[in-house]
């Protein structure tokens, strides 16, 4: 696959001559575009969350998952500024179905420093699509917290006789790590054919708390995006390739850092209406080569070797659907596979000697659905649908290991290794909408997740745990069997003049969750190996809620409102990296080119924490942010914000314990936010 990659430069250079002889309109001329010619037939429930992040929320965020802080039902684990992972409603991880412009994509590191949303640069994202617990089964899959959409920008088209030629550019400052970054976007068209680039870079240094910085940090990344589109009567076919790269991305809650990190994308995309059936069909090739040690960013304890860990994961994927909407009912059929092939091996850097860590891993996802949205009458409508995923995995025969484990290798490689498990999924919601000003919603899931290939395949005690990031050793499990979701949820949301809440309790049971078990092996600290294992139950549930109040025609309040319990009913041990209760109240001003905004943030104490994990309990807090942006007559946008405005030291309970000597936070302390900084931002067009 990665061959494929050989003509990237080819394309990346068809896709800037593209733009050449573009005529830009005259700007004090008005441009009507032609309407977009595909249909949004995207299934979705009355707790689905969908948003468009401003350009300047874009340009303080650090990467792609900082733009989801305070959406409902969201929560995000942090082991470093570029490795946020995301948690809905509780479950986190491979958990959750995330979707970079349609790819699936599977971290290259055992510990997902790089989880899908790092591949994901905040000003390349245009909409956000978050839907949380119970899912279509046509956003759905091989899941059972949620699914995440993460959409760049639709390419634009010139009207007839015509040719468009734009962009922006932007630049931000980030007080809080002393980072700053640059981003820049151009796009070319006429009315048939449509070309676009997209591009950020950005670093930073070590992170600021009123007490010290923490170390380990730092960052630099960029990434890169061209996409050229075809446009015809009745669709559009996209053709969009892609790169990013990261340097010396600190990760100090995990046992090393992120030294390089290497991706390449490759995608082709139709969208077509047609008079009874809408077509949706993606097919992508998505590779990274990752690179992380112990040593490069952090000192290394006298007792300890120096070690790397190189590692490769590949996807390639097909996603199929069809949507044919009549007289208000549609129905909806499709499917597709994903197939990721995943390598990687620690080197001991002193003596050149290797241990696979996974060898020639591999795991195939086939699936389809079928889907029916229906209004029985104007008040009453209900969506109801089945899938099956299909998911086969496997690895090869370890090849290479230290002395050590030499024993656990032989074990390993008398097994068979191949596994194959067959899920259904159903899911329903009724929905009554009694009036304008009022809607009441009922939904039900059956969801499936097939062990992940650490999960299944981690042969050895090692620290790799996908993120958990507890300082313990894992060991997988061959025999693990898929985890069974059972959810219900009810919304109901009001609609006022100038005022709209929503309300969403939540209960979600899960029959043979993984997790990792103490097993009669010790670790190198005496301390139990903990073993993945399907224990016999697991409960999540809570409470999501959201409301904006219009108070004058400039003025606005905003609240969110996020609450989840999680419980290992086998045990009564709490579940591992919960986020606490937690909301925000704003204060929002628009008024002659300004928008102004006072936000304070509070989460609750967490004391309720994984003791099989040896989590410790983390205060409360509350936080104030002043932000403010204008702008002005030709389109030009400054944004200022003064964060934490009261200095307040607090420590987010999913960010996680340091591992780091010779910082400012001892090692095992919690790490810490930001303290009050300054951020700065700039976005041009043109």
Request: glycine share 10%; with cysteine; net charge negative.
């Amino acid at each position: 696959m990665k061959t494929l990659f050989h003509l990237f430069p080819v394309f990346l250079a068809a896709g800037a001559f593209a733009q050449d002889g573009a005529q830009k309109p005259d700007a004090t001329a008005p441009v009507d575009l032609p309407p977009v010619v595909v249909r949004d037939n995207r299934a979705r429930l009355a707790s689905d969350t969908r948003f468009q992040p401003a350009a300047a929320q874009k340009a303080r965020a650090q990467d792609g998952a900082a733009l989801l802080e305070g959406t409902p039902g969201v929560a995000i684990v942090r082991n470093g500024p570029q490795t946020g992972i995301v948690q809905m409603r509780g479950l986190g991880g491979d958990r959750v179905k995330i979707a970079v412009d349609g790819m699936t994509v599977t971290p290259a590191c055992p510990n997902h420093m790089d989880p899908p949303l790092h591949y994901a640069a905040p000003a390349s994202i245009e909409t956000l699509s978050i839907m949380a617990g119970v899912t279509p089964v046509s956003q759905g899959g091989d899941s059972i917290a949620g699914t995440l959409l993460a959409q760049p920008r639709a390419l634009t088209f010139a009207p007839a006789g015509q040719t468009l030629f734009g962009g922006e550019l932007g630049a931000q400052y980030r007080g809080s790590n002393d980072g700053y970054g640059f981003n820049g976007a151009a796009h070319a068209a006429d009315e048939r054919v449509g070309a676009d680039y997209q591009g950020s870079w950005q670093t930073a240094d070590d992170l600021r708390f009123p007490g010290g910085r923490v170390r380990d940090t730092g960052y630099t990344s960029q990434q890169h995006a061209v996409r050229t589109g075809l446009r015809s009567d009745g669709g559009l076919l996209t053709l969009d390739l892609g790169l990013t790269s990261t340097r010396d991305s600190g990760t100090p809650a995990l046992p090393m850092d992120m030294i390089e990190d290497d991706s390449k994308r490759l995608g082709l995309a139709y969208q077509g209406t047609g008079p009874a059936v809408d077509l949706d069909a993606r097919l992508y090739l998505h590779t990274i080569d990752h690179l992380m040690d112990n040593h490069s960013l952090r000192p290394l304890p006298p007792t300890m070797m120096s070690m790397s860990s190189p590692a490769e994961s590949d996807d390639t994927g097909l996603e199929l659907g069809l949507s044919m909407p009549r007289d208000g009912d549609t129905l909806r059929f499709g499917g597709g596979f994903h197939h990721n092939e995943f390598d990687a091996y620690q080197r001991n850097d002193m003596t050149g000697k290797t241990q696979d860590t996974l060898n020639d891993a591999s795991r195939l996802r086939a699936g389809a659905y079928l889907e029916w949205q229906g209004a029985w009458t104007p008040r009453w409508t209900s969506l109801l649908g089945v899938r099956n995923d299909t998911v086969r995995s496997d690895a090869s025969d370890i090849e290479s290991s230290f002395p050590m484990s030499a024993a656990d290798r032989a074990r390993f490689n008398a097994l068979d290794h191949e596994e194959t498990d067959s899920n259904w999924d159903a899911s329903a919601a009724l929905r009554f909408t009694p009036d304008a000003a009022s809607r009441y919603e009922l939904a039900v899931a059956r969801k499936n997740r097939a062990p992940a290939l650490l999960e299944r395949y981690l042969w050895t005690p090692l620290s790799a745990s996908a993120g958990m990031a507890d300082g313990r050793t894992y060991l997988g499990n061959p025999d693990l069997d898929s985890e069974t979701s059972h959810q219900i949820s009810a919304t109901a949301g009001w609609t006022g003049e100038g005022w709209e809440l929503s309300l969403t309790p939540f209960y979600n049971r899960v029959d043979d969750y993984i997790l990792g078990s103490p097993s009669d092996r010790l670790d190198a600290n005496g301390k139990p190996v903990l073993q993945f294992e399907n224990i016999d139950r697991a409960d999540l549930y809570g409470i999501d809620a959201a409301t904006t109040v219009d108070l004058t025609d400039h003025l606005a309040l905003r609240a969110v409102l996020s609450q989840v319990r999680g419980t290992n009913e086998d045990t009564g041990d709490d579940l591992y990296r919960i986020a606490p209760l937690r909301g925000m109240l704003a204060l929002d001003h628009e008024a002659r080119g300004f928008q102004n905004s006072a936000e304070w943030v509070v989460a609750d104490r967490q004391d309720r924490v994984a003791e099989v994990n040896g989590e410790t309990p983390t205060a409360g807090y509350g936080l104030l942010h002043l932000r403010s942006a204008y702008t002005f007559a030709d389109g030009l946008l400054v944004g200022v914000a003064l964060e934490n405005v009261f200095d307040k030291r607090y420590a987010d309970h999913l960010g996680g314990v340091n591992r780091v000597m010779q910082s400012d936070v001892p090692v095992g302390g919690r790490i810490p936010g930001a303290g009050r900084f300054l951020s700065v931002s700039v976005n041009c067009p043109f």
